[in-house]
């Protein structure tokens, strides 16, 4: 599946309320109208645009299961090479973009989850993601299965971890000022961290909150994380 939601400003304003298990208390953030992958980058998609095994997702077959084991440099490459194949404009999502679609855009029901409160009927998480017809072993599952969240995206919560283009800026940044003026320095960026979001089908329910943010470095991988993608909207022009 390779499908994508147009997901609108708020209306009236382009702030929305804006938190996570990491910031209190929330802060106003800006969106702009953007496309957002209805589904996680599958398997199927990453074969037909890397053409090439040079990274072998933890469970490889699966096609329709989203890619896995995906660095979020490797994202970039592959980026890269989807937008010189299509002509178009793709990117991973803002990390504020990706809030505000997984909570429902303006049709918000707020939610714990993005689209339930019950973190079952939206997500594979450890609690769910082994035994059954994909065998005992707990492992990802085919993008979609689960219910949608208010806008129509599945598997914003759970199955893998989604990078965000983001620096994850916490540690460097108090009350809005930076502790280190001129950060990143250059030829430091192996040692600041990108964002996650999502949670995965090897965490646990709370990881798959629409509040929680985890990060890592730029060159890490491993069968927990993958990506979803973002479309300019001049890109339909």
Same mark, same amino acid.
């Given at each position: 599946?390779?499908?994508?939601?147009?997901?609108?400003?708020?209306?009236?304003?382009?702030?929305?309320?804006?938190?996570?298990?990491?910031?209190?208390?929330?802060?106003?953030?800006?969106?702009?109208?953007?496309?957002?992958?209805?589904?996680?980058?599958?398997?199927?998609?990453?074969?037909?645009?890397?053409?090439?095994?040079?990274?072998?997702?933890?469970?490889?077959?699966?096609?329709?299961?989203?890619?896995?084991?995906?660095?979020?440099?490797?994202?970039?490459?592959?980026?890269?090479?989807?937008?010189?194949?299509?002509?178009?404009?793709?990117?991973?999502?803002?990390?504020?973009?990706?809030?505000?679609?997984?909570?429902?855009?303006?049709?918000?029901?707020?939610?714990?989850?993005?689209?339930?409160?019950? %973190? /079952?009927?939206?997500?594979?998480?450890?609690? &769910?993601? +082994?035994?059954?017809?994909? !065998?005992?072993?707990?492992?990802?599952? =085919?993008?979609?299965?689960?219910?949608?969240?208010?806008?129509?995206?599945?598997?914003?919560?759970?199955?893998?971890?989604?990078?965000?283009?983001?620096?994850?800026?916490?540690?460097?940044?108090?009350?809005?000022?930076?502790?280190?003026?001129?950060?990143?320095?250059?030829?430091?960026?192996?040692?600041?961290?990108?964002?996650?979001?999502?949670?995965?089908?090897?965490?646990?329910?709370?990881?798959?909150? %629409? /509040?929680?943010?985890?990060?890592?470095?730029? &060159?890490? +991988?491993?069968?927990?994380? !993958?990506?979803?993608?973002?479309?300019? =909207?001049?890109?339909?022009?």
């Amino acid at each position: 599946p390779f499908f994508f939601l147009m997901i609108r400003r708020p209306p009236r304003s382009t702030l929305f309320p804006y938190t996570t298990l990491f910031r209190s208390p929330a802060r106003k953030e800006s969106v702009s109208d953007f496309y957002i992958g209805k589904y996680e980058v599958t398997q199927r998609l990453w074969r037909a645009v890397m053409d090439t095994d040079s990274i072998l997702p933890f469970n490889g077959g699966c096609e329709d299961c989203p890619m896995e084991n995906v660095s979020w440099k490797n994202a970039q490459e592959f980026i890269g090479r989807l937008n010189a194949m299509t002509g178009k404009t793709f990117r991973l999502p803002t990390e504020a973009e990706w809030e505000y679609a997984a909570r429902g855009g303006h049709k918000s029901k707020h939610y714990k989850y993005s689209g339930s409160n019950q %973190v /079952s009927e939206v997500a594979w998480y450890v609690g &769910n993601s +082994s035994g059954g017809q994909y !065998g005992e072993a707990g492992t990802t599952r =085919p993008v979609g299965l689960k219910k949608s969240n208010e806008l129509g995206l599945y598997d914003m919560s759970g199955n893998v971890w989604e990078w965000c283009g983001d620096l994850y800026t916490k540690e460097y940044k108090q009350g809005g000022k930076s502790i280190h003026p001129g950060w990143p320095f250059e030829g430091t960026y192996l040692f600041f961290r990108r964002i996650l979001r999502g949670g995965s089908w090897g965490g646990t329910a709370k990881g798959c909150r %629409v /509040s929680y943010i985890d990060y890592d470095i730029e &060159n890490y +991988s491993d069968e927990y994380g !993958g990506f979803r993608l973002v479309m300019e =909207p001049e890109s339909i022009k």
